[in-house]
């Protein structure tokens, strides 16, 4: 960390500065220069909360040169990590991975067709919601526990790993019981409670990026999961909202190649809630493995027209299969380029 004085500080104001920085148990070098003095920060481990010095009479700027997220961060760990999940593995050499299903389970056939269906069709996968966030409390909120069982038990019948989302810290040992990885939605991805708490539960996340959030947000989100010394996680680009209203949100693809120079985590997207309108899904999924993507995660629901969320962006069956071949033909091409 480098502290930036004004150039009208006085010594006794960089003394100050100087005093507060040893009193946090750090190291402070003055570097006087012609305009004005910096101090430099030494001997922290990780990132340092900047808030009281930031605060003092004389102090200009402070420029963090540690990142925020250590842990995440290449810096730290050069090598890509493989997350593994349930012997699937997301990460740097392995296949895209293909998580498919509903955006919710909503019943035990519905459930059991969709399983069947993206198996398949090569999905490794299942993906269903039980506990749903949706932005107003008159939508269908998801079946909860019984909703876990068919989850389970539709993955159980197609020998497919399931995932669910996690919405509350009560809900991770149940859910845990239920699903080989726990998604935490846009909506929470700085639940900081949460995250701390799925990083306990040593099961593999799945973290979504934030409806606003910047790449340093999302980031350190996922820090708060690996101090907590839980290291699968697997990042998930979903689009972020801008002003453009003619897609649900908007796909910031830009973030999987430079996620992937900044951080040793494997990162997946999720064209479906990124673009909330079915055709877009299959050109978006394809641009997301040409950039680099380890995975794509779509909603599919045996009968979309039908389905209690998201049926406009969720492919049938035979959509699903079109796109999967498609996908088999370009991750040939691009292993042989
Ligand atoms: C979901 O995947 O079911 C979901 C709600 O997605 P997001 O958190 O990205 O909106
Ligand atoms: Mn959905």
Do not use: W
């Not at 593995?89 to 459930?111: L, R, T």
């Not at 002003?243 to 910031?252: G, I, Q, Y």
């Amino acid at each position: 960390m480098l502290i930036v004085m004004h150039h009208s500080a006085t010594d006794e104001q960089v003394q100050a500065v100087t005093n507060a920085v040893e009193i946090m148990g750090l190291t402070a070098e003055p570097i006087p220069g012609s305009l004005r003095t910096a101090i430099g920060v030494l001997g922290n481990q990780g990132y340092v909360d900047d808030t009281t010095i930031r605060e003092l009479p004389g102090v200009r700027e402070v420029i963090h040169v540690s990142k925020p997220y250590k842990l995440v961060s290449r810096d730290f760990h050069p090598d890509s990590s493989i997350v593994e999940a349930a012997g699937v593995k997301f990460g740097d050499g392995q296949p895209p991975v293909i998580i498919a299903g509903p955006c919710s389970v909503e019943s035990e056939v519905q459930m059991l067709s969709a399983a069947r269906l993206v198996k398949e069709n090569g999905a490794q996968m299942l993906r269903g919601g039980a506990f749903k966030p949706r932005t107003g409390p008159h939508s269908f909120q998801g079946l909860g526990v019984e909703g876990l069982k068919y989850l389970r038990q539709a993955g159980d019948a197609e020998g497919l790993p399931v995932i669910t989302e996690v919405m509350r810290i009560e809900q991770i040992e149940t859910i845990c019981r239920y699903a080989d990885v726990l998604q935490v939605g846009a909506r929470n991805m700085q639940n900081f409670d949460l995250l701390k708490e799925v990083g306990k539960s040593g099961h593999p996340i799945l973290l979504k990026r934030g409806l606003s959030a910047t790449i340093e947000e999302f980031l350190s989100a996922a820090e708060y999961i690996l101090s907590e010394g839980n290291p699968r996680v697997i990042l998930c680009e979903r689009g972020i909202r801008t002003f453009e209203k003619a897609t649900r949100n908007t796909l910031d693809l830009s973030v999987v190649p430079l996620i992937r120079e900044m951080s040793h985590l494997p990162i997946v997207v999720d064209p479906s809630h990124a673009t909330g309108k079915r055709s877009l899904v299959g050109p978006m999924a394809k641009a997301a493995i040409v950039v680099g993507a380890h995975g794509i995660m779509i909603e599919v629901h045996p009968n979309p027209d039908q389905a209690l969320c998201d049926g406009a962006q969720s492919l049938n069956g035979e959509d699903f299969s079109k796109l999967v071949a498609e996908l088999a033909r370009l991750q040939n091409f691009l292993v042989s380029v």
